[in-house]
């Protein structure tokens, strides 16, 4: 197996983790300046903060269309285009609803994006290091989340219409993302499953494994007849013998949002003004976030294949309900001044992105069958996707009439959930090749 090729190729499509992770938490910095600017209602505010991830849930919902039918590789072209012509329009927008359309434009991006990166990452990678390798992609989301922040606050500095800069700079990495895709081969799945070109499945999958490519190949395919002859076809994923990978992948994007993840990278700034810290403070704190974010994403992805997805899953279920009930106490109890709210929650954070934050991608794009993985990928991601629309559009109402105490607490009540989740109904999923997925999802 050629470890670079396949490492370099994985490395490009998780690019698209990167613009993904950048466009997610750019907003943060720029939210009370556009607020400002063009005068909004908290109504209006709070569409022009979730419009993005309504345009997610629409990318999402439409992911496995243009993946299944134009392939994974002309998919990530247009991805670029969307993150490309959403920073340029965004940043020199001078009427509200051009600004809305824009930000719209580049939750496409990202909906797609979460669909169609981890699929072809999963279907280029050998099992033994699938995990790490899709984890590449919740880094680079991550790295992006970091970047965001790093450049909102040096940006932040620049005067009155310094978010414009702010939104605007994403313009270079996904023009160097477009450029990038033009190196890396389409998925040799899709090409045998979805246009039966199996001479140019080949001369991929040699690339990945020269030893033994030919046998992988017939391997997929078999697997695919197999499949057809106990009556699984493509069209059918809300048929009976996917149920359990439905409910496993619908379940994990639930409970990943109701963390209040979303909420915390979309409104750190705020969370921690609502602490007492001042607005050049706040900034700088996110920028601990996203760095406790990235580090610990990384440790992540060099334990996932070692100690599995699920052990992983147990560790952060208990470290997320433990970091949520401190900063719920120390909102109750008033003591929010100093580093206490920016020590919990880079504490929540860590164990975020230790758990769910690396392992949620991997899980959803590798436990349905190769016929409806982009389709069973699209239920996951567009999931995850209305809820955090959700999350983001309620958080400001509910620290208004909740206050911080009680919603913090909510969130982790859903841990609580999770960790029972997790211990009755995830299976184990780490070293298991995509074509014999089913049974161990069955098994557990």
């Known amino acids: 197996m050629n470890k670079n090729m396949v490492l370099a190729w994985s490395f490009v499509v998780a690019l698209g983790g990167f613009l993904f992770g950048f466009d997610t938490a750019v907003i943060s910095g720029a939210e009370k300046a556009v607020q400002v600017f063009w005068n909004l209602t908290e109504f209006e505010h709070g569409l022009t903060m979730a419009i993005a991830l309504i345009g997610t849930v629409v990318g999402a919902a439409l992911g496995a269309l243009p993946s299944d ?7 990530l072209f247009a991805v670029a285009l969307l993150y490309f012509f959403s920073a340029i329009g965004t940043a020199l927008a001078y009427d509200w609803s051009l ?4 930000r719209f434009l580049g939750g496409i991006g990202v909906g797609v994006s979460s669909v169609t990166a981890p699929i072809y990452i999963t279907e280029i ?62 998925s040799p799945r899709w090409l045998l499953l979805h246009r039966n070109r199996r001479e140019e499945a080949e001369e991929t999958m040699k690339k990945i494994n020269a030893d033994n490519y030919k046998d992988e190949v017939q391997f997929i395919i078999d697997s695919r007849q197999n499949s057809q002859r106990a009556g699984e076809q493509s069209s059918a994923l809300f048929s009976k013998q ?18 209040g993840i979303n909420a915390i990278i979309y409104y750190a700034p705020r969370v921690f003004e609502m602490a007492g810290l001042g607005a050049q403070s706040s900034l700088l ?13 990384l440790l992540a992805i060099n334990f996932i294949d070692k100690v599995g997805r699920r052990k992983l899953m147990l560790v952060g279920s208990i470290g997320l309900i433990l970091s949520l009930s401190l ?12 580093l206490s709210i920016t020590f919990y929650l880079m504490l929540y954070i860590a164990f975020f992105a230790f758990s769910q934050g690396a392992v949620i991608w991997v899980f959803i794009s590798e436990i349905f069958p190769n016929d409806v993985r982009a389709k069973g990928q699209t239920i996951g991601s567009l999931t995850h996707w ?21 919603t913090f607490l909510i969130f982790a009540g859903f841990m609580v959930l999770q960790l029972i989740f997790v211990i009755r109904m995830m299976p184990e999923t780490k070293g298991t090749s995509l074509e014999n997925m089913d049974q161990t999802i069955n098994l557990h």
């Open 69 to 75: 039918r134009f392939g994974r590789k002309n998919t």
């Open 99 to 102: 600004f809305l359309i824009f």
């Open 125 to 186: 990678s050998p099992a033994k290091s699938r995990g790490k390798l899709v984890g590449l992609f919740q880094f680079n989301v991550v790295l992006g989340i970091l970047i965001a922040y790093l450049s909102n606050y040096l940006i932040g500095q620049w005067g009155e219409e310094s978010w414009r800069w702010m939104l605007g700079v994403q313009a270079f990495p996904a023009a160097l993302f477009f450029i990038l895709i033009f190196f890396i081969p389409e």
């Open 242 to 259: 996917y149920r359990t990978p439905l409910i496993l992948a619908i379940l994990f994007a639930v409970f990943n949002q109701v963390s």
């Open 285 to 297: 704190s996110s920028v601990g976030i996203g760095l406790v974010n990235f580090i610990f994403t």
């Open 327 to 338: 900063v719920s106490f120390a909102f109750f109890s008033g003591h929010t001044e100093g």
């Open 386 to 406: 209305v809820m955090a629309a959700l999350i983001t559009f309620c958080f400001p109402a509910l620290t208004e009439f909740l206050g911080g105490g009680y």
